[in-house]
């Protein structure tokens, strides 16, 4: 495992590659032997220090939550990051391109919390009964650091590639809806691109949820009411160049648009 020091460094790397919007070199290139756990405490440490300065932390995303996903990535279990007020977007928004590196889109739904979750039992039900409403949402992917022969470790390090996401279309009560069979039509400059099911995400959007707060016990903390929950892709990342217009149709649940220019 990584020495404190060395986390504290790479945590201000990161920062730093934010701020620039440059890329670093591959934490696992420099530290063949950094482990899930040092990920985790490299994403904490940069966490605090965005705080600190001022940011204010709204939820949290969850990613690789398809299985084949993980079979790629080597992992058996979804990462998770963290989502400031300053990353998310209202539906149509023109977004500055020059904020991100390899920009890529995902297709999710949000779930927005009235009530706690916290584990260490926390399932599916007590995620609906805690959700207001859950909504469409795409996440925005980053990258501070180069990726070329990236792995888990580097990815979750880097706030788990979250970069910033849309939000839009029509909130939902989750007792309104099958949330299993919410389906979405991905498009980049009016070509269809991506299409999903939510059910892609571990048979159920809110079992990422129920994860979430059950992983989060383990370190003695908790989901709170008002935070925003990503739940995972359930479409390929599509790729986006600057001047690219993106719409995304859910449905009866509505449409998400954005342009990156």
């Not at 940069?46 to 949290?60: K, M, S, T």
Request: charged fraction near 25%.
């Amino acid at each position: 495992m990584l020495e404190p020091s060395q986390i504290e460094a790479i945590a201000a790397e990161l920062a730093e590659a934010e701020r620039t919007h440059e890329l670093i070199p591959r934490i696992t290139e420099r530290y063949p032997d950094a482990t899930i756990e040092d990920s985790y405490a490299i994403q904490g440490k940069w966490r605090d220090r965005e705080i600190a300065a001022g940011r204010r932390l709204v939820g949290r995303k969850i990613g690789l939550t398809s299985k084949a996903m993980q079979a790629a990535t080597g992992i058996t279990e979804p990462d998770y990051g963290v989502m400031f007020d300053d990353t998310v977007y209202e539906n149509g928004s023109v977004i500055d391109f020059d904020q991100f590196t390899n920009v890529r889109i995902e297709v999710e739904l949000a779930f927005v919390l009235n009530k706690p979750l916290e584990g260490p039992d926390c399932n599916l039900f007590d995620v609906l009964r805690a959700t207001e409403y859950v909504t469409p949402a795409l996440e925005i992917l980053n990258s501070h650091i180069r990726m070329e022969g990236r792995t888990i470790v580097d990815t979750i390090s880097d706030n788990a590639a979250y970069g910033g996401m849309v939000l839009g279309g029509n909130p939902t009560r989750p007792e309104d809806i099958d949330l299993r069979w919410v389906s979405a039509l991905l498009y980049r400059n009016e070509t269809i691109e991506e299409t999903g099911v939510a059910a892609g995400v571990l048979n159920h959007p809110g079992t990422g949820v129920a994860w979430l707060a059950n992983k989060f016990h383990q370190h003695g903390a908790r989901l709170e009411a008002g935070e925003i929950i990503l739940a995972g892709s359930f479409t390929r990342p599509m790729w986006v160049e600057r001047g690219d217009s993106v719409l995304c149709d859910y449905g009866q649940m509505g449409t998400i648009s954005c342009r990156f220019v």
